[in-house]
């Protein structure tokens, strides 16, 4: 019997209705930037509702678009903001659900990572957890089909998610998505400074984002780790906050889109 995790935030962060989802995805889309001719390995995309980060997240998953046919397995990890976990959680669910259908959980995959000690499982992370649902639509518009390695990551060191990352890593019919958004909550020229602060440190590879910089730090952290290892190099795609798009500037939220490419895989 399949066990499939429903949607959580379809209708407050993204639409309910199955057609006006796709039509927002498609216009996102369409207007994000024209994607330079190369097929990233991971990204950093943010998580906030389509109307906020949505601009920033489709320059992102635009560069998915060359790669439709190719990508048949994503492994996407946030953190988790309800429950307290200590490593990584991945779910009980062997599918998840958006109103665009169900995305199947690549069963395979998450047993042979669970042999791995900072891995848990955790119904209870992923239930209510929108920083990985968010992301899902957006897959499902750009990609044929693929299987999803959930992962909502708590209290762990960049050391142990690189190691899952490693274990999954697989060649390039494997996408790696971390979801984080920026900093939160600060006024409209404070925040673009630290966030563009936050944006050269993850250019730099060299040093760790904090939870002050980041909500996702965690798993940013382990992709840069990981990255490191594999020889991928960063590119900033996008880097504003919800002042830019449809909040106030008194508090705001920051968002960027990144793209970690290896050199030898382009599109001809």
């Not at 960049?158 to 899952?164: C, G, H, K």
């Not at 920026?182 to 590879?205: C, F, G, K, V």
């Not at 990255?227 to 906050?241: F, G, M, V, W």
């Amino acid at each position: 019997m399949i066990q499939v995790r429903p949607a959580a935030v379809s209708g407050s962060f993204y639409p309910r209705q199955r057609e006006s989802l796709a039509h927002e995805v498609d216009s996102l889309l369409r207007t994000a930037k024209q994607p330079e001719p190369s097929i990233p390995k991971a990204l950093i995309a943010p998580h906030a509702g389509y109307i906020y980060s949505g601009p920033i997240a489709a320059n992102a998953y635009a560069l998915l678009q060359a790669a439709r046919a190719l990508i048949k397995r994503v492994i996407l990890l946030g953190p988790a903001h309800f429950v307290s976990v200590r490593g990584l959680a991945v779910p009980e669910a062997s599918a998840f659900a958006t109103p665009l259908g169900m995305v199947p959980v690549d069963e395979a995959c998450v047993e042979s990572i669970s042999r791995l000690r900072q891995v848990v499982q955790s119904k209870a992370a992923h239930t209510p957890e929108h920083s990985l649902e968010v992301h899902l639509p957006f897959l499902q518009i750009v990609l044929e089909k693929f299987t999803l390695v959930p992962l909502a990551v708590g209290d762990a060191a960049p050391a142990e998610i690189a190691d899952v990352l490693d274990l999954v890593w697989g060649g390039p019919e494997t996408l790696v998505v971390v979801s984080s958004d920026l900093s939160h909550y600060l006024p409209y020229e404070t925040a673009r400074r630290l966030d563009q602060e936050t944006a050269q440190t993850i250019l730099n590879m060299r040093e760790p984002v904090s939870h002050h910089q980041a909500c996702g730090a965690s798993p940013v952290n382990g992709l840069l780790l990981a990255a490191q290892r594999h020889n991928l190099k960063p590119q900033l795609l996008d880097l504003r906050n919800s002042g830019d798009t449809a909040g106030n500037r008194s508090r705001v939220v920051g968002y960027a889109a990144f793209a970690f490419n290896e050199s030898s895989v382009y599109v001809q």
